[in-house]
């Protein structure tokens, strides 16, 4: 198996598509407190949810992505 090329991620290009109630980033962690009953959800029948929030940047040639989730519920 290949070895990995393990790197930080640079903030700088990354864009919200619904953005949290509160979002920092902490060197290479964001700490996001998202919204109550916040989702992306396609039921077969009835209404679509489509407030769930996204942080994200195109990764151009970038093929496998690693991340590490924690949370405080």
């Known amino acids: 198996m290949p070895t990995a090329d393990l790197r930080p991620l640079d903030w ?6 619904n953005p949290p109630a509160s979002a920092n ?3 290479d962690t964001l700490i996001a407190v998202t919204g109550n009953e916040t989702d992306f959800w396609r039921p077969s029948s009835g209404e679509a949810h489509d407030d769930g929030h996204f942080f994200g940047t195109p990764l151009g040639d970038v093929t496998t992505v690693e991340l590490e ?4 519920f």
């Open 12 to 17: 700088a290009g990354f864009e919200w598509l």
């Open 25 to 27: 980033i902490e060197g």
């Open 69 to 72: 989730f924690a949370g405080d």
